[in-house]
């Protein structure tokens, strides 16, 4: 598993040139939710969050929590998410939504505006990204399968275009439940309208891995997880990482994290390192991403 | 220093801080094992030291295996393999598949597969096998009772680790397999023992045969006992058994119960000693769930058997094996599980020796003289680990007067002829015996009993008559259970921390009533939350014969009469009590107390001709017990030898 990841890291991180394409929108469905995840090298299909109405469906229901995320990026680019998960009977149930206030550097929505540069350097237009979703899911043929409609809307300045989509996604554990694998294709919809034209939505395909939890002498854990994904245009991003927590009691445990990626974006760069708490139901993670011009910062509170 | 080094540094003290205060401080129960083991009656060698046999040992098994070098290299016997299919599978096609990439079998060809310990001498010597139970089945269970097989073997007992961590990892439901499998082991040993090139050729005792089993071996032992005399597998009647094996004895150690239910019925077991131990801090089967066993265990045939179960204060779950040791809930157990509290590994080891060896000297060596340490722990102080122990027993002569299953009155027991009266209680009622765990029972009914000798009022030293409850037997049931002098009353009893409120005064009858004078009745005080009763606790027990002459003794001079022993698993604090219940498990004392024995306390006293029994709650001011198994035995004198505390 380890020299999978490995592979994973190299096949993916090593040929990251500036190579993203950069035109699709919104522009926060092409942003990590939850700062867990982003420590460990980004969002992957494998990634069993609480976000899982925006990642993999697939994982609606299988962590009964609530998560609060925000994000701050360069000087007045913030973010944040919500969501909730919970099951009814059978059925995995997954809610949530993410939002980016920006600047765009153009007045009008147009393609090739979403690059992730903004990210770095806030653009002079007010600018804003938006997307939510609901998310269900069950056991079917020994997978876990899930599909999720989803609200995808970007804004610049008066101009405001949004669209209906959704993504899908299976998932399976594997090696005694010891590894997960996760598949989602994500985003499928119609392009979001543009007075300059059609503006396609990031749909990708996402494969990912987690696990196994490796335990080091009675108090350490090593959990690593990696995943790919491509994009209709056939652009590979993907990232790997690991996560080492010391857990000095039931329910406390101090975790530090740390993750190479290339990402769908220009502005962010290939590391990722993060860091969490948690005392029983209540998690705290903080995550710090390398970006052009400096890091970005996300803090997310999770209660299950 | 650089910045994040202090973070990581202020980081990690936090996290040791915080865990520091979550951690429950280790409490224990005060021992009174200073005065409960002070005395040594048993004048026999401790059954723990080493016999005069010289020790030998050897391997059977396929001969092939994948993952043991052991039974695949150094096999002295070759064994062929079963067909374990019908009774156990893998829980899904993925185990299986991992399962027999690992193994290098399914479950077609189970290996017979143990390795043995046994006197160098020409035999024939009784057989003893044992099983270890679930575990990780690639950290191999089966060498963790070396200790058992080499003492035994210098005592004239063949032992042998039976090999089953090919049914342990992610299994359910496989608990029958490891019953019939111990079976299939005795068919191949009654091979070794007949067949003229075996280096075990008539070294076997075939009549004379022990089971053992640990955690679900401990169930499984009880599984084999049944199969043992059935004609057919009771899941699938396609499977024909043809054991018969002359097994007399079974060992449960922390043993699951009812993972297994043959008929969807709870395993039934008739005719065999049965010995049973737990340890109070378990940390896998954290409540005694042998006691269910135990209570199903019947002696039917009128043949001297005998059960009994001991309840072993700060012993785990996996230090009765060597290769399990102290992590009861894997290699994490540290985080979850608080060891603190445990007696060290060479003393539950010190346990397992004492009472298994001098069980299966008693039972497969004859030796009577060891069977007193069943009935009651205290006639063997210098043997045992300086801790608290809590002793059932029954043995086959045993007499059920009451039990309180067999209807909802309260005043009727088990058998016609027989009342039962409370005086003074505050609480009088008949329910299941409760589990630790939360909405389990032992599904087996005792009698609870509450009392408070004090009135309640502004006079604290007001007390009232000593509450009792009373068992009056007629004439013909007295006879019917051949009760006299030589008769010994038994009954099984456990307090509780529960300690009810003063009794209210009784009523004046002669005062009239007087409407016009009647100042309104005060509302009724709001009883606060009692702390739990630590005080020792007595009463005294107390037979009438037919001319109303009485005999007393008091019941700590028959067995500890202690409050329910704290058993905090959890290092985290207020853990336990969110996953139990209780901090303890009810476990009753078996009292054994001879009629002969009111004689000598009440001259005059015709013991031939007890009417009735009561237990008086004199001697404690207040409190609640369960009650339980009250009878009659014509108990094996042996059993009585070495009479304790008087």
Known sequence: MTRSLALLLLAVVVPAAHAQSGHYAPLVAQLPVGAQALGMGGWNASSRDVDAALGNPAYAGSLASTSLSLARYADRVNGGAISNQSTIGVIGIAIGASYLDYGASTPTLQARGFSGDVLAERGPFAAASLTGGIAVSTTFKGFRVGVAGLYLEERVESTRSSVAAASVGASKDVFTGRVRLGLAVQNIGPDLNAPSGAIELPTRVALGATGPLIAIGSYLDLFLSGGIAIQRDGFLSGGAGGELSYVPIEGISLAVRAGARRPELRAPQPITLGLGAAYDRLAIDYAWEQMDGGGAHRVSLRLR | ?646
């Open chain 2, 1 to 646: 220093m650089r910045n994040s080094s202090r973070v990581h540094i202020v980081a990690v003290l936090a996290a040791a801080v915080l865990s520091a205060c979550v951690t429950a401080p280790l409490k224990l129960s005060t021992d009174d094992s200073a005065v409960m083991l002070s005395r040594q009656l048993l004048s026999v060698p401790d059954p723990s030291h080493r016999g005069t046999f010289n020790v030998r040992s050897l391997y059977y098994g396929s001969g092939t295996d994948k993952q043991r070098a052991e039974y695949r290299d150094s096999v002295a016997i070759k064994t062929r393999t079963v067909d374990g299919s019908k009774l156990a599978g893998p829980p899904d096609p993925e185990q299986g598949a991992i399962r027999k990439e690992y193994w290098g079998f399914d479950f077609t060809k189970l290996p017979v597969n143990g390795r043995v310990w046994y006197p160098d001498g020409p035999g024939p010597f009784p057989l003893v096998l044992i099983v270890h139970g679930n575990h990780n089945m690639k950290e191999f269970s089966d060498p963790g009772y070396q200790y058992l097989g080499e003492l035994l073997a210098s005592r004239g007992f063949i032992l042998a680790s039976v090999d089953e961590n090919f049914l342990n990892g992610f299994m359910r439901n496989e608990n029958d397999a490891r019953g019939w499998m111990l079976l299939k082991h005795l068919e191949a040993w009654r091979t070794f023992n007949d067949s003229v090139d075996s280096p075990l050729k008539g070294k076997v005792d075939m009549g004379r045969i022990a089971l053992m089993g640990h955690s679900r071996g401990g169930e499984a032992v009880a599984v084999a006992g049944l199969f043992n005399r059935l004609s057919h597998y009771p899941d699938d009647a396609n499977v024909k058994f043809d054991f018969n094996f002359g097994i007399r004895s079974l060992v449960a150690i922390a043993p699951v119960d009812g993972q297994y239910r043959p008929a969807e019925k709870p395993t039934p077991l008739d005719n065999y000693n049965y010995l049973l131990m737990h340890g109070s801090h378990d940390g896998d089967v954290s409540n005694f769930s042998g006691l269910t066993q135990y209570e199903r265990i019947r002696f039917t045939d009128g043949q001297p058997w005998f059960k009994s179960a001991v309840y072993v204060y700060r012993a785990n779950h996996g230090q009765w094996n060597t290769v399990w040791g102290s992590l009861d809930g894997g290699p994490r157990s540290r985080r979850a599980l608080d060891l603190r509290g445990f007696m060290t590994q060479a003393e539950q080891r010190r346990f397992a020796e004492v009472y298994i060896a001098a069980f299966l000297e008693a039972t497969l060596h004859d030796r009577a003289e060891y069977l007193p340490l069943f009935r009651d722990h205290r006639v063997a102080g210098a043997w045992l680990p300086k801790t608290m122990y809590i002793t059932r027993f029954q043995d086959s002569g045993f007499q059920t007067v009451a039990n309180f299953e067999e209807d909802v009155d309260v005043t009727t027991a088990s058998v016609p002829g027989a009342v039962l009266r409370g005086d003074s209680l505050s609480t009088w009622k008949e329910s299941a015996v409760p589990f630790r765990y939360r909405n389990a029972n032992m599904s087996h009914n005792a009698v609870t009993l509450a009392w408070n000798n004090r009135i309640a009022g502004d006079d604290t030293t007001r007390r009232g008559t000593p509450a009792s409850y009373a068992l009056t037997l007629t004439d013909s049931l007295r006879r019917a259970l051949q009760m006299d002098a030589r008769s010994v009353l038994v009954f099984s009893l456990a307090p509780t921390e529960a300690k009810p409120g003063p009794r209210q005064p009784p009523k004046d009858t002669t005062k009239k009533a007087d409407s016009a004078a009647k100042r309104p009745a005060k509302p009724p005080r709001k009883p606060k939350e009692a702390a739990p009763d630590t005080v020792p606790m007595d009463l005294t027990v107390e037979v009438t014969d037919a001319d109303g002459r009485t005999g007393r003794v008091a019941l700590s001079a028959y067995g500890p009469v202690r409050r329910p022993l704290d058993s905090f698993v959890f290092r985290r604090a207020g853990r336990d009590k969110l996953r139990f219940a209780t901090t303890y498990e009810i476990v009753l004392q078996t009292y054994s107390i001879p009629m002969a024995d009111f004689a000598r306390a009440a001259p005059g006293l015709d013991a031939d001709r007890i009417r009735t029994v009561r237990w008086l709650f004199d001697r404690t001011e207040a409190g609640t017990v369960y009650l339980d198994n009250v009878g009659v035995s014509r108990m094996r004198p042996e059993f009585l030898v070495a009479e304790n505390g008087r």
